[in-house]
Nanobody, 122 residues
Framework: QVQLVESGGGLVQAGGSLRLSCTAS????????MGWFRQAPGKEREFVAA????????YYADSVKGRFTSSRDNAKDTVYLQMNTLKPEDTAVYYC???????????????WGQGTQVTVSS
């Protein structure tokens, strides 16, 4: 059983930056694809980014491509989401998740963090 804990959320002005961290415990971190998802009030949870087991390959939603960067440090059992040029529409609860498979679909991720709030003011 993998436990995931996110940190780094907060309130930032439009155009600003935040870095989210997600630290894993209880499993073999390097065997999982790690994804980031977000959910805004009244909306469905959506894919944001994913990183392959070794961190070589990353995948992004079109809405964040060029602004967000996902990376991981397997020695620290941690995945990061660097978010630059934030927009008010990025406001959401952000979740990290672990999957045995490369996927952008939330239902293929077995383990989830508790989420961290990101609020971008205009």
């Amino acid at each position: 059983q993998v436990q995931l804990v996110e940190s780094g959320g907060g309130l930032v002005q439009a155009g600003g930056s935040l870095r989210l961290s997600c630290t894993a415990s209880g499993g073999t971190f390097g065997t999982y694809y790690m994804g980031w998802f977000r959910q805004a009030p009244g909306k469905e949870r959506e894919f944001v980014a994913a990183t392959s087991r070794g961190g070589i390959y990353t995948y992004y939603a079109d809405s964040v491509k060029g602004r967000f960067t996902s990376s991981r440090d397997n020695a620290k059992d941690t995945v990061y989401l660097q978010m630059n040029t934030l927009k008010p529409e990025d406001t959401a609860v952000y979740y990290c998740a672990a999957s045995a498979y490369q996927s952008q679909k939330a239902d293929t991720y077995s383990f989830w963090g508790q989420g961290t709030q990101v609020t971008v003011s205009s």
